[in-house]
């Protein structure tokens, strides 16, 4: 986002804007979360294209948890060419998809090490990021940290086979397009930074 100056469009957010905002969009997702369901393809794709025409997607941004599906990509690339690559935008870029690749148990300790403070959103990991002081914020509030409730292994395991059986397939989707560029997320953050910064000018040059 700072590089580039384009914004991040999340879905999880989009998805609590909507709710917050008591949207039509909103209000058909919290009835359905309600019932304890997962919030459907259309309801997720209508908000996000309400996202993409927005005046601060002209020039690009970055999709977060969206894909998550090999349905939603096929969705993706069609909205591109039917509404997105008109005149009004300056580019035609097909996105890509940045897949980075970490062994499964650095995951697990990445996931269920994660902490952050509820009172200024500072994200530890008591592996490998831990604050001065065991479960506590290093800034002088030192607010007592959190994990999150779905940070725990017994929720971890079943998100992990759903990925193998949902997200998985868009990988696939997007390695038939010749979109899909794999990058070594074991790696320090600021080399996989700068790889993907290669990718993206690469692919934009």
């Not at 209000?27 to 259309?42: H, I, N, P, Q, T």
């Not at 690009?60 to 069609?78: K, N």
């Not at 080399?191 to 993907?196: F, L, S």
């Amino acid at each position: 986002m700072e590089r580039y100056g384009i914004p991040q469009v999340s879905t999880g957010d989009l998805l609590r804007e909507n709710v917050v905002r008591g949207t039509a969009l909103g209000v058909a997702a919290k009835a359905v979360m309600a019932r304890g369901e997962l919030v459907s393809d259309d309801l997720v794709c209508n908000m996000v294209r309400e996202r993409l025409l927005l005046p601060d997607c002209v020039r690009g941004y970055i999709l977060d948890g969206f894909p998550r599906t090999a349905a939603q990509a096929g969705w993706l690339d069609a909205l591109l060419e039917r509404e997105l690559f008109d005149n009004s935008r300056p580019t035609r870029a097909w996105p890509i998809v940045i897949r980075l690749e970490v062994d499964y148990n650095q995951l697990l300790l990445r996931i269920t090490g994660r902490r952050s403070c509820p009172t200024c959103g500072r994200i530890y990991n008591v592996h490998f990021q831990p604050p001065r002081k065991d479960e506590v914020c290093d800034e002088p509030h030192g607010t007592k940290l959190e994990a999150r409730n779905d940070d725990r292994l017994e929720v971890i395991q079943p998100r992990l086979t759903a990925f193998q059986e949902q997200t998985r397939p868009v990988a696939d989707y997007y390695q038939r397009t010749g979109r899909l560029i794999s990058v070594n997320g074991d790696l320090p953050v600021d080399e996989v930074t700068d790889q993907i910064f290669r990718i993206l000018e690469d692919h934009h040059a």
